[in-house]
């Protein structure tokens, strides 16, 4: 049986017992779930605070851009579909709810926004073809 030592916690575990990292270090059992524990959090960090910049990109291009809609209705959905997703379990977990009730107030902000954008355009379609 031979023994090796983890790179990242130092400690001897059995050999049959380590992974590699990314990096291409032997480590322990233990780290390598800490390891993907973290990596796991990072992709709920990232993609946590990258939605509502998605959405006000849809926003600001639905102003010079917008066939048939289209894109002030995938910028809406996006914010309902964000604000229901920051409920998620894992979510409150990683974030911490002080930043969750940030991000909900900002989705509902720009999910208003959208519908706003939304009633705007019908209203002036309507008119267009009421004229
Ligand atoms: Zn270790």
């Known amino acids: ?4 030592q983890c790179t990242r ?7 049959s017992q ?9 480590i322990c059992d233990r780290c390598s ?10 992709n709920i960090r990232a993609s ?3 939605r509502p910049g998605a959405i006000l990109g849809m926003l600001l291009l639905s102003l010079i851009f917008d066939p048939f809609l289209i894109v002030s209705i995938l910028a809406f959905g996006g914010a309902v579909e964000a604000y229901v997703s920051l409920d998620n379990a894992s979510y409150r977990q990683v974030l911490g709810d002080r930043r969750i009730r940030q991000l909900r107030a900002t989705v509902i902000a720009l999910g208003v926004l959208a519908a706003l954008r939304l009633i705007w355009a019908v209203v002036s379609i309507a008119r267009l073809m009421l004229s």
Do not use: E, F, H, P
Request: charged share 20%.
């Open 18 to 26: 380590t992974t590699y990292s990314k990096q291409g270090t032997m």
């Open 48 to 50: 946590a605070l990258g």
């Open 9 to 15: 916690c130092g400690q001897t575990v059995d050999i």
């Open 33 to 42: 779930r800490d390891l993907t524990v973290q990596r796991g959090d990072r």
């Open 1 to 4: 049986m031979s023994q090796a």
